[in-house]
Nanobody, 114 residues
Framework: QVQLVESGGGLVQPGGSLRLSCAAS????????MGWYRQAPGKERELVAA???????NYADSVKGRFTISRDNAKNTVYLQMNSLKPDDTAVYYC????????WGQGTQVTVSS
């Protein structure tokens, strides 16, 4: 089993930026495509950004052009740079393989509010 620990969330004003990190307990990024997911209150968890083993990326339409996913295989860490944040981005953010392969971590709360 792989443990995933997300961090970097917080309270930010609309238009602001945050950088999320996801650290894995062992080296898996060279063998697994990864994704950032989010779950807003009352909504299902959704995939917002994905990165393949080869580094190709894909984004949900709602975040395209604002979010950037990246990975550092040496550090076993995946990042999500979030710019131009909107109130609709408020959610708990999680990382996992894509498709999901491991237990979910605790996530990191992102709140976008003035």
């Amino acid at each position: 089993q792989v443990q995933l620990v997300e961090s970097g969330g917080g309270l930010v004003q609309p238009g602001g930026s945050l950088r999320l990190s996801c650290a894995a307990s062992r080296s898996i990024f060279s063998i697994a495509a990864m994704g950032w997911y989010r779950q807003a209150p009352g909504k299902e968890r959704e995939l917002v950004a994905a990165i393949t083993i080869g580094g190709n990326t894909n984004y949900a339409d709602s975040v395209k052009g604002r979010f950037t996913i990246s990975r550092d295989n040496a550090k076993n860490t995946v990042y999500l740079q979030m710019n131009s944040l909107k109130p609709d981005d408020t959610a708990v953010y999680y990382c996992n393989a894509n498709p999901v392969a491991w237990y979910w971590g605790q996530g990191t709360q992102v709140t976008v509010s003035s």
